[in-house]
């Protein structure tokens, strides 16, 4: 398996900003597509936004305008521009390759241990 870096987490007040990183060694070359998705406390995990291999982007509707995907191809990088944030925010954030577009077998093939971000009111 293939390790993943997440970074960028942290605590901050409600309408403040973050970004996260996601380093995927080789995902660019598999062809992969990348979703963050999160898990708050007690709760289920709950997709965010996902990047396509190309540029197609989508978000859940309780990020749509806050929170912007974007990527770095050259250095296997994905990033989270998170804006606005509130309370119900606070998640473990986890980048996960996706086989969605079509990418290869390999997209299937990474481990990370996720991000903490903590909104207090």
């Known amino acids: 398996q293939v390790h993943l870096v997440e970074s960028g987490g942290g605590s901050v007040q409600a309408g403040g900003s973050l970004r996260l990183s996601c380093t995927a060694p080789g995902f660019t070359s598999h062809k992969c597509g990348m979703d963050w998705v999160r898990q708050a406390a007690g709760k289920q995990r709950e997709w965010v936004a996902s990047?396509?291999?190309?540029?197609?982007?989508r978000y859940a509707d309780s990020v749509k305008g806050r929170f912007t995907i974007s990527k770095d191809k050259a250095n296997d990088t994905v990033y989270l521009q998170m804006n606005s944030l509130k309370p119900e925010d606070t998640a473990v954030y986890s980048c996960?390759?996706?086989?969605?577009?079509?990418?290869?077998?390999?997209?299937?093939?990474?481990w990370g241990q996720g991000t903490q971000v903590t909104v207090s009111s």
């Open positions: 990047i396509s291999p190309g540029v197609l982007t």
């Open positions: 996960k390759p996706s086989r969605s577009y079509g990418g290869n077998l390999a997209c299937d093939n990474y």
